[in-house]
Every structure is written in C-alpha cells, then in structure tokens.
C-alpha cells in the first residue's frame, strides 16, 4: 500500500502550490488537475483564499504570531507508492483524484499532482481547511488514521498490492467456484474468454487491463499480472492459464493481432527477409517435433505450426518488412530512431494540449457559474461562496461578458479537434514503433543464434518442472 503524511500549511499555501505544479515534475503539468478551483498555482490560491475569508475571521495571508503557530490554512497530503508497486503516473493520478473526492467530498477545494521526478511516484494533494459549503477540515492523529484507511481502500479497488494469504496456508477452492468447475465454466476458463474477446480490441497490455477493470475484476501489477473475478476467493497469474497468457505472450498477440493480414508477400529478396524466412522454417520444425512450448494463437483451433503463435508473429514481422520495404537492419533502425524523435515531440505537444484543454474547460465553467449566479436575485451561503470563488476566475482572465464565454467555447472546440487529431497521430506513432521495436530486437535475437535456442530451452524447462511435479506427487 501507499505511504500517506501530512504536513500542515500555515503561511507558505502559494508556495507549496507552486512547488507541486512545477512542469519538470509533472510531464509539463500533464499530471496535474483541481477540483472547484482553477490548476494553476496564482488561481488556486485566489480561489482558495476567498473561500477560506468567506468562512473564517482570519486572512487567508495573514503572516504567523509573535506566540504559537498559527491556524492552518491548507493541509498538504502526499501519497507515495513503492517502485515494487509498478504504479505508472497515469493510475496513480487517477487513484489520487479518487481518493481525494472519497476522502474529502465533493465540495472541497484540492489541486493535485502526480510526480514523476522520483525513483517512485508520488501524487501531493493541497487542500483548503474550509470547504464550499464552509466545513471544516482538520489534521490530527485521528483524521490521518482515517485519511490512511481511505488511500488503503481506495488503491484495493484499483488492485494496488491486496492481502495475500500466507506462504503454507493458501485457501482451498471456494464451493462456489468447485461447483463451477464441475460444470464446465470454472474462473480460469471464463478469464480466458475474456481476455480472447479483448484481444481484438486493445491497443497494448494498458489498455486490456483496463477492460478488465470495467467488466469488474480486480487487476494486479508487479513480477506477475494477477487477476480476481467478482467474487472469487483469490487472485489468479495470468501465467498458470496457459502459455497464450504470460505478459510476453499477451503483449505479442495484441501487438501483432492481424498485422498486415491481407498484405501479399512479393518475390523481393533481402539478407533481413531471407533470415526470417528460414527461421520461421525451424520453429516450424520445432513444432512438428514437439520441441517447444505450445503457445496457440487461436485457442479454438488445434495447435498446429500454422496455429503456433511464435510462427505467426514471425510470420507477421515478415509482412511488416515487406509491406513497408525495409531491407536490412540499418534501414530499420533508421525508422526506428526516426520514429522515436517523431514520438516525442507528438507526446510533447499533446501533453501541452492537454493541459491547454483543461485549463480551458476550467474556465469556462467557472464563467458558466460567475454569469448563472451573478443573474440571480437572492443567493444562498454557499452561492455567495461559488460567486466570490467564480468572480476571482473572470476577473483574473478578464472575462467581462458572455461574448467573452463563447469565445471562449470556440476556443474549446477547435482545442478539442486538434486534440483529437493529434491522439490518432500519435497512437499510430507509437504502434509502429512498438512494432519496428519488436522486430529489431526479434532479428538481434536471430543474428546471435538466441532465438531458436530459447524456445528449445523453455520447452525443457516446462519438462523438467512437469517431470518434479509428477515425482513429488508419487
């Protein structure tokens, strides 16, 4: 589970705030977002210090007493994973918005920042002591204990390191999942179905796992993937379902799922296709014999060398370097290193978007709340609060009419198609280099004669390991 400490803000708020925004830490503020104030470290602090006024006797600036410490002005919450979790920044920016609206509620006033400076990823939260609706927020022994146990169960539910039952004493088949087996749909088998129904449809491991997630199973990452089904006992390595469902053998067939399948072959010979083309003959030879793991690409059909998912994905490399010319290896890692220069300055661009585009969708429903309520002839307490919170946003961005705000609208929309454009130019990126990657790495891997003995070499082990199973249950 995640590390979780407080420090008490009493002086230092737009300090602090501009310290957690800082783009080198946050992939250019990719990683940062707010709730009921604006993502920016001047706005916030606006936001927040209106807010805190509204409810309380004391400025919000007020410098600290001659005597004693002072009231709190914002509390700073930091959530730090271990590298041993495998967290990336995307999920533990999702876990840290979850778990502040969990924890806090949804009116109170937070900006949150993923890091990504660190050997671990840690998100750092800052958060007003005075809610919308005037609530109070304190920071004690008690309240951390219960801000731990909400970060607790908040990483559970997005499968971050769950109880494991100890070495020696592992629970036995639950009734309900004995009962299934013997009808024929036991976990293991409805999780390969599930997982060969998204196969298809996923763009890498990410995104499978995902999918996962929204059928309702509790996802796992570290050494191994680890999945549970609603209402299963434990967890399950998506190793022990067969050889088609390791990580390597999941990332293969997603990344080569019907690559280039109605590309034609050409008569066109080069050293890099001749290379292939009589490897692919050996692990075919390997299948025929028996003398490697069985790793079927579809798990319908029988296994034979045509259903052999080391021979398709060779078979599918191949399609690719004839499809797009590619003659020698050079020639490859010229496309690679271009590709990757291309990669990152899209990701650049897209990550500035990004932030351009929530800042945008920030604003405008700031001005949204400024205009609805300003028309209103008698507002609530807490009205008076979004008023004052949303006046501080206008008037900084000197946003005076509704001709303002629908520019402002237009701005959003051409944002978002340019958005869009930019995501499919980079997915398309970023595929063709995880597979111009993959290639390169499979023909270093032919050239040093690794190939061919690594599978020979897996198969023994599998033998080995099923040969001790059988002597030790004698």
Known sequence: MPYVKCISIRSTVYKSLKYILNPDKTENLLYASSMNCMTSAKDAYL???????????????????????GSVKALHYIQSFDPKDNVSPELAHRIAKAFARKTFGDDVQVVIA???????????????????????LNDNQQTLKQVREYSDRVCMAFGIQ???????????????????????????????????SLIGSVKNLDELLYELELKGYEVKKGKYISLKAPG??????????????????LVSRILWYDVGY????????????ECYQV?????????????????RRDRTAPYSPQNDLDVYRLSAQLTIIN?????????????????????????????????????????????ETYFELSAKPKLSKLEQVQLTVSKQSVTTHCITTVSDLARLKETLSATDKKLTALKENFKHCQQLYYVYSDIAKTYHEISQGDYIS?????????????????????
């Open 323 to 367: 499809r797009d010319h590619i003659r020698s290896i050079g020639e490859l890692e010229e496309k690679i290193d271009t590709l990757k220069a291309s990669h990152e300055q899209t990701r650049q661009e897209l990550n500035e978007l990004t932030v351009q585009h929530d800042t945008l969708s920030s604003l405008i429903k700031q001005a």
């Open 232 to 249: 299963q006992g434990r967890f399950i390595r998506t190793k022990t379902l067969g050889e088609e469902y390791t990580t390597d053998s």
């Open 279 to 295: 490897v692919i003959g050996q692990v075919m030879q390997l299948v025929v014999q028996n003398k490697k793991v069985q790793r």
């Open 262 to 273: 109605h590309t034609a072959l050409t008569d066109e010979t080069s050293p890099l296709r």
């Open 114 to 136: 993923t890091h990504t400076d660190r050997e671990h990823v840690h998100s750092h939260l800052i958060i007003n002591t005075y809610t919308l609706t005037g609530r109070k």
């Open 454 to 474: 690594r599978l020979v070499d897996e198969a023994r082990k599998q033998r080995d390991k099923e040969y001790e199973r059988k002597e030790s249950a004698r």
């Open 162 to 196: 769950p109880i494991q039952p100890k070495e020696g004493k592992e629970k036995g088949v639950c009734y309900h999942e004995w009962e299934q087996q013997k009808n024929g749909t036991s976990w293991k088998e409805k999780l390969r179905c599930e997982i060969d």
């Open 47 to 69: 936001e927040m210090k209106s807010v805190f006024e509204s409810y309380s006797t004391e400025k919000y600036d007020a410098p600290l007493p001659l005597e004693g410490k």
